[in-house]
């Protein structure tokens, strides 16, 4: 998976305020793009005799712009089809899926990159994109176990808001904490320092990085090997049993 231009979150007020216009300027051309390519792409998968889209519509959308953008401009397409009339044709469940995504009410600007295209297509979009999300197969809030306030020692979740889009595998998603400040949820500090179990890089995080500390049902064999090694490292190091952590 490739790195893609910088998603700008805010809207042109804001940017004017922090000094980014040329940011958001830059965002919103790609925006636009996106918002064509997704009609491109509807009108050439488009299959008259069962009026379906063909297999590969949204993918190659995606692979072009990636997944945060796509997302976006699908979540401020919903937006800008709620307004009108045939607000109806769209179901709520696909309207709950794009409020996932907060896209800033950004004057003549959002609708500039909202797709223009029926209904149904764009909702059939939509769950082609949805699919080739879950094929990645990625670690969420779901994974998580809410009661695990302190990190220390935990397999901790990375947010994919910190993580560049080609990083996005479960194996880049997986740390286990060596410990910082940030590891308590009351300590002043925010630094988490953590080796990741996907390729045992060691740097430090700060805890908002992290969606939260992974509930145990759901770790891979492949991370309960490489964390199983790390322990047995520590433990040598040591010479002590290793407090804390899956195991």
Sequence with gaps: M??????????????????????????????????????????????EQDEKLADGCARSVLERFGFKRVNFVLANSLLEFRKSSCNHLVSDETYQWGRKTFVPPDGKYNRHYAADTAAALLEEFIGQARAAYQELGLFGPEHCDSSAQDYDGKVLVLSLDTLRESCWTPRDQLWVSDGGFGCSPTASGRAVYATCLGDGEQTRWNRSDFIGALDEQYLPDWAQEKLEELRGQEQRQTGGPIMGGMM
């Design 2 to 47: 490739a790195d893609f231009p910088y998603l700008y979150p805010y809207s042109r007020g804001e940017a004017h305020r922090r000094g980014e216009t040329q940011m958001h300027e830059d965002s919103f051309r790609e925006n636009v793009s996106c918002a064509r390519a997704i009609e491109q792409a509807v009108r050439d998968h488009f299959q």
